[in-house]
T-cell receptor, first 115, second 114 residues
């Protein structure tokens, strides 16, 4: 197993364009999380899935953001009509769900730059 | 409102000495705490965790101490090595089963000087 994979590693887009990121979790992990990190801040929770069900979304998450996890495998995060404030590192993580003390496994992230 | 606070943005320590990274939290419902390490251009990597029924947990050179009454935890690294230079994040959760996602602090950048 190669861990959590995220694609692309970097994305530069013009303001107003839509972007989509992909995350492939560790295969036996049933939970998948999306976080966002900006410079000087810690990871900020966006949303998470247990299998294919989206169980929680951050109240801070704009309607322009949507995430899916079809068939409980990989996940996609789409941002519509991007804004400069969306520029950040988008981190995906996965876990085997029932013991928080084992931690999440994070991918290397997708760095989004909106120009 | 920051529920998990790491008030020291950076810390420099000599190689071989002890590094102490601090974390405070405001939400009394938090019972589970984790530390992560992050190198540039990589995702955070899980280091060590502790639940509120314990006040100490050790794993090799890393020890986490929890003072629940003070809502404070700390990560001790002994002895510090240059490879420990990274950003360290404290994270907290209310749920043993992870039903509530981890809440992270802003991180502390540790520099270990040879």
């Amino acid at each position: 197993d190669t861990g959590v994979s995220q694609d692309p590693r970097h994305k530069i887009t013009k303001r107003g364009q839509n972007v989509t990121f992909r995350c492939d979790p560790i295969s036996e992990h049933n939970r998948l999380y999306w976080y966002r990190q900006t410079l000087g801040q810690g990871p900020e929770f966006l949303t998470y899935f247990q299998n294919e069900a989206q169980l929680e979304k951050s109240r801070l998450l704009s309607d322009r953001f949507s995430a899916e996890r079809p068939k409980g495998s990989f996940s996609t995060l789409e941002i519509q009509r991007t804004e400069q404030g969306d520029s950040a590192m988008y981190l995906c993580a996965s876990s085997w769900g029932d013991r928080v003390l084992d931690g999440y496994t994070f991918g290397s992230g997708t760095r989004l730059t909106v120009v | 409102d920051q529920q998990v606070k790491q008030n020291s943005p950076s810390l420099s320590v000599q190689e071989g000495r002890i590094s102490i990274l601090n974390c405070d939290y405001t939400n009394s419902m938090f019972d589970y705490f984790l530390w992560y390490k992050k190198y540039p251009a990589e995702g955070p990597t899980f280091l060590i965790s502790i639940s509120s029924i314990k006040d100490k947990n050790e794993d090799g050179r890393f020890t986490v101490f929890l003072n629940k009454s003070a809502k404070h935890l700390s990560l001790h690294i002994v002895p510090s090595q240059p490879g420990d230079s990274a950003v360290y994040f404290c994270a907290a959760s209310q749920s043993f089963s992870g039903n509530t996602p981890l809440v992270f602090g802003k991180g502390t950048r540790l520099s270990v000087i040879a």
